[in-house]
Each structure stands twice: as C-alpha cells, then as structure tokens.
C-alpha cells in the first residue's frame, strides 16, 4: 500500500471589481471580514508540523504530537482527509497514539467522506492477513470503485493481486494480467514488474484473453 503523498491547500482570492476614478472599488465590509473555514485552517496547521517534523529536530516529538492535535481539530471541523491522517499519524510511533475506539470514528468519518486511502483501508482489513477475503464481493467492488474514479495508479495493483492469489475466489490470472497491465500504463512500476513475471510464467494465450480489469476504464 503506498503511502500517503497529497497535502492539499486553499488560497483566498479577493477580485477587484472595478476602477472609479483614481481609486479602486474594495470588497464589501461583509466580504472582508468572511471567517475562515476552521477544519482547513487546522488541517494546514498539522500539515506544516508534521512536514518541520518530518525534517528531524530535537523539537520533532512536540511538533508531531501538536501536528496530530490540529489533525483532530480539522477532522472535528468536518475536515475528512484530516480524520485519516489522525489514524496514521497516531499509528506511526511518532506521535501519541489514540484510543482504538477514537480511531474506529475517525476512520468511518473518513471512509463516509470517500476519501480514497481509508475506503483502501478496508479492504486491507478484510484481506491482506486472510486467505481469503471475509466480505471479497464488498473489497473487490471498493477497489473497482476507486479505478474508476481515476485512482488505477494507486489501486490497479492491488486489485491484480487479490486477483491472482484467489483472495476474491477462484485465482483469474487473466483478468489479474489485465489489471497489471492497467496499473502499468498508469505508471505504477510495481505493476509493470508484475505483469512481466506474468509474461515469464503463462503463455501469451492465457494472457491475452477477453477479460478487462474494470468495467468502464480503458483496457
């Protein structure tokens, strides 16, 4: 599973909307004094102290643990992607942890939210210790969702995997090929070296089937 690799941030931008004269007409009393969304501002709070984190100092424990309390401040504030961070951060080692049942909330906030690493999360709960999937058709149906979405980079590999190890029933190799293939041209290198010992174990006919990855994405 990779890790996660996205801060996101927003700028506020005031137009001017017109000249008088010499002068400029300047926003409203209202539009000036607009209060700021609090689960962005904490969100780009923890963002910038995990990142002075991240980089090593004898300050890192405080600013990791500060980072995780502005997490837990956004995701109050209805910031989604901050609940998932909350869980990682706090199951990294770097910073406090938090109670399993604080997690559990924070990872369905997110999950409801449809932020793609927890829906992700999920699926590794239901499969990556089993044999088999406990609910395959519930993993196998997130990973499809989140290819579609334009997420085959990150997930076209996974789903192969499941696919070729028979974790969502019976073992596809076919299909799991495909998804290989798919993740490949998506640019995931781990899914290029897979699809090649694919190419090395089976003939070029038990590959190159009628089978498709994902209903709806491009072969």
């Not at 910031?79 to 770097?94: D, F, K, N, T």
């Not at 909330?105 to 990556?128: F, K």
């Not at 969702?145 to 019976?170: C, F, M, P, S, V």
């Amino acid at each position: 599973m990779k890790t996660d690799r996205m801060f996101w941030g927003k700028r506020a931008v005031f137009l001017l909307s017109g000249i008088i004269g010499l002068g400029l007409l300047l926003p409203t009393h209202s539009e000036a004094k607009k209060p700021r969304d609090l689960g962005q501002a904490c969100y780009e709070k923890a963002a910038r102290l995990q990142a002075k984190a991240d980089k090593g100092n004898r300050n890192a424990g405080r600013q990791y643990n500060q980072a995780l309390d502005a997490y837990l401040c956004a995701a109050k504030n209805g910031h989604a992607r901050s609940a998932y961070l909350a869980v990682i951060l706090s199951e990294s080692g770097q910073s406090k942890g938090l109670p399993e049942e604080t997690k559990k909330a924070l990872m369905a906030q997110a999950v409801d939210a449809g932020v793609p690493e927890a829906r992700c999360i999920t699926v590794g709960d239901d499969c990556n210790e089993r044999s088999k999937c406990l609910h395959p058709e519930k993993s196998e149906a997130t990973l499809v969702k989140l290819i579609q979405e334009g997420y085959a980079k990150d997930y076209a590999y996974y789903l192969a995997t499941l696919l070729e190890k028979g974790k969502l029933g019976e073992k596809n190799i076919a299909r799991a090929y495909k998804c290989y293939e798919l993740g490949s041209r998506s640019g995931d290198n781990f899914a290029e070296s897979a699809k090649r010992r694919l190419e090395r174990q089976y003939e070029a006919a038990e590959l190159e089937t009628d089978e498709i990855c994902v209903e709806g994405v491009k072969k």
